[in-house]
């Protein structure tokens, strides 16, 4: 059978992992289900906000100009403010927050991962499904990571502080 040209048999698998991945999701909505504190402060003060916190607009500014909708520059720059980080590096580990864009190549990302996970900083994957290997990508870094990772479609956030090995699809 054949819908639009295109056997039902190709778009059925895309489909169900779509919607298996919207349900996964759904748990965590608002923060319900979510069973750690910073994590659930992290949604309720910084995921669910539309305006910016009150204080520096750096990143802000920076991720807007790298090409970052305007959403996910606010969120990025409510994170910062609301963990209290000082400083920020765009696809460089050498700062408390590190935002690792998608023009990044896969080595260099790791590395920065790598690194920023030596030193204990936060890094912002940004785009973690524009693509299958983005994908891949992402997969690895979080089946390898040792503390909590938060990916909200937008961006995969990997904090490398004394959480446990936890990770959450919001």
Same mark, same amino acid.
């Given at each position: 059978m054949k819908i639009v040209g295109h056997p039902i048999s190709f778009?059925?698998?895309g489909r169900v992992? +779509?919607?298996r991945n919207r349900l996964s999701r759904a748990r965590y909505f608002r923060g319900h289900g979510v069973h750690s504190?910073?994590?659930y402060d992290i949604v309720r003060s910084v995921f669910m906000r539309d305006d910016l916190l009150p204080g520096r607009r750096d990143l802000y500014e920076a991720l807007l100009t790298a090409g970052v909708s305007r959403r996910r520059a606010v969120q990025l720059q409510n994170l910062m403010i609301h963990c209290g980080?000082?400083?920020f590096g765009l696809n460089r580990a050498d700062a +408390?927050?590190?935002v690792a864009t998608c023009g990044l190549p896969r080595p260099a990302t790791l590395a920065l991962?790598?690194?920023a996970a030596e030193a204990g900083h936060t890094v912002a994957l940004m785009s973690p499904y524009d693509g299958c290997e983005r994908q891949a990508l992402c997969g690895q870094i979080i089946a390898g990571h040792a503390s909590t990772t938060?990916?909200?479609r937008g961006y995969l956030l990997?904090?490398?502080?004394?959480l446990p090995k936890q990770h959450f699809r919001i």
């Open positions: 778009r059925l698998p992992s +779509e919607l504190p910073f994590v980080y000082t400083t +408390e927050f590190c991962v790598r690194a938060v990916d909200n990997i904090f490398n502080n004394h």
